[in-house]
């Protein structure tokens, strides 16, 4: 089947430590990958999004993804956290024509 | 100047009650969409309609119906409330329907007692 996944679910670190959210994709054919943020009770934002070209993207907020077409991968980067970064963090990407699938998403707690 | 905006906000209801949540979208966008996100913060898709018309109905109990009556609106209205149903719904839009950026709006947590 065609999906998202996300690893380590919960992560827990102090500010200004270094953060990777990893995301694999499982289908072949034309990728298009986003990275969403959901602070806590807010709507879903986009941090950064891969549709073609240079595979190392640059987000809002200090956010960076890199796609690695060999490893399925599209993990996310930030080189140095703040307690503002606690949220909730979503991999997707399409499939089909337009369904969007998203990973489980992962927990990041930053501790001032 | 909210892009999408859905109503309301929040909705506690009684199991069997029939309820709507309302989104419009101010993007000038052509493609809805309404996602389910469990107490997990799983997300998942439900509906999509494009310019009015259904292009995605995913395995969604018939309790369960979208009703959009211009491009901005999309409403979903649910029959029967189940506990299960309890979750917070998210409306977004897109420009079109092939694989855009999706925009979401502020989620409405629906409450089933």
């Known amino acids: 089947a065609q999906s998202v996944s996300q690893h380590n679910h919960h992560v827990i670190l102090s500010e200004a430590a270094s953060l990777e959210l990893g995301c694999n994709y499982s289908y072949g054919g034309t990728v298009n990958l986003f990275w969403y943020v959901q602070y806590p009770g807010q709507h879903l934002q986009l941090l950064l999004k891969?549709?073609?070209?240079?595979?190392l993207v640059k987000g809002i907020k200090g956010f960076e993804a890199e796609f690695i077409k060999s490893k399925f991968s599209f993990n996310l980067r930030k080189p140095s956290v703040q307690w503002s970064d606690t949220a909730e963090y979503f991999c997707?990407?399409?499939?089909?024509?337009?369904?969007?699938?998203f990973g489980k998403g992962n927990q990041v707690v930053v501790i001032p | 100047d909210t892009a999408v905006s859905q109503t309301p906000k929040y909705l506690v209801t009684q199991m069997g009650n029939d309820k709507s949540i309302k989104c419009e979208q101010n993007l000038g966008h052509d493609t809805m969409y309404w996602y389910k996100q469990d107490s997990k913060k799983f997300l998942k898709i439900m509906f999509s309609y494009n310019n009015k018309e259904l292009i995605i109905n995913e395995t969604v109990p018939n309790r369960f119906s979208p009703k959009s009556p211009d491009k901005a609106h999309l409403n979903l209205h649910i029959n029967s409330l189940e506990l299960g149903d309890s979750a917070v719904y998210f409306c977004?839009?897109?420009?079109?329907?092939?694989?855009?950026?999706?925009?979401f709006g502020p989620g409405t947590r629906l409450t089933v007692l």
């Open positions: 997707a990407g399409f499939y089909g024509n337009n369904r969007l699938a």
């Open positions: 977004a839009s897109s420009q079109a329907a092939y694989r855009n950026e999706q925009f």
């Open positions: 891969y549709f073609s070209g240079d595979p």
